[in-house]
């Protein structure tokens, strides 16, 4: 099993809602990451966990609150989003070790802020 | 500075024509290089990625790409581009060991009948 699987596929939410992305791997990878991608763009890191700890945030703001309840699942809190928030939320996964690794990604969530 | 450049925003090419993306990188230490495939809607798939060894590295769908340190670059190819290939093409380094991933602006490939 290669897959990063992520629910819901779409969502649409008001200003005041308070709302979860989740994420999903079983490849047994230790590292899981949020990006955020712009129609256009790139993706952007958001964060990341390594063994169910966050090791990186990339200055997000606080209206976005990532979980790893165990090495499987990576769910992102939202509340309090604004319209500039609405975006594809990528998932993604990966060894953590050092060599020959690399990152898994889902399906994405859109997400449409109202 | 890390950065990866990718110079074409926009590629057309002919179904059945050669095809070239480029990527051209600025990393500090050891790159490893990915080049990733978008279609519409959908998340990245990994085409290919390179650590070290042969420099002209093999992936899926056809694809190959070659790693020249002298010019900093790690350019896509395809022999016989497809309509199914039309997509957005990104082109990402990245420490070995982790996701964290930075990206080129990307290419959107565009396939001619």
């Known amino acids: 099993d290669t897959e990063v699987t992520q629910t819901p596929k779409h969502l649409v939410m008001g200003m005041t809602n308070k709302k979860s992305l989740k994420c999903e791997q079983h490849?047994?990878?230790?590292?899981m990451y949020w990006y955020k991608q712009k129609a256009k763009k790139p993706p952007e890191l958001m964060f990341v966990?390594?063994?169910?700890?966050?090791?990186i945030n990339e200055s997000v703001p606080s209206r976005f609150s990532p979980e790893c309840p165990n090495s499987s699942l990576l769910n992102l809190h939202l509340h309090a989003l604004q319209p500039e928030d609405s975006a594809l939320y990528l998932c993604?996964?990966?060894?953590?070790?050092?060599?020959?690794?690399?990152?898994?990604f889902g399906q994405g969530t859109r997400l449409t802020v109202v | 500075a890390q950065s990866v450049t990718q110079p074409d925003i926009h590629i057309t090419v002919s179904e059945g024509a050669s095809l070239e993306l480029r990527c051209n990188y600025s990393?500090?230490?050891?790159?490893?290089l990915f080049w990733y495939v978008q279609s519409p809607g959908q998340g990245l798939q990994l085409l290919l990625k390179?650590?070290?060894?042969?420099?002209l590295v093999q992936g899926i769908k056809g694809f190959e790409a070659e790693f020249k340190r002298s010019q900093s670059s790690f350019n896509l190819r395809k022999p016989s581009v497809h309509w199914s290939d039309a997509a957005e093409y990104f082109c990402?380094?990245?420490?070995?060991?982790?996701?964290?991933?930075?990206f080129g602006q990307g290419t959107t490939l565009q396939v001619k009948p």
């Open positions: 490849m047994g990878h230790r590292a």
């Open positions: 966990y390594s063994y169910e700890k966050l090791s």
């Open positions: 993604a996964s990966s060894q953590v070790r050092t060599g020959n690794t690399e990152a898994f």
């Open positions: 990402a380094v990245g420490p070995s060991n982790t996701g964290k991933l930075i």
């Open positions: 390179y650590f070290s060894g042969d420099t």
């Open positions: 990393y500090g230490a050891t790159p490893y």
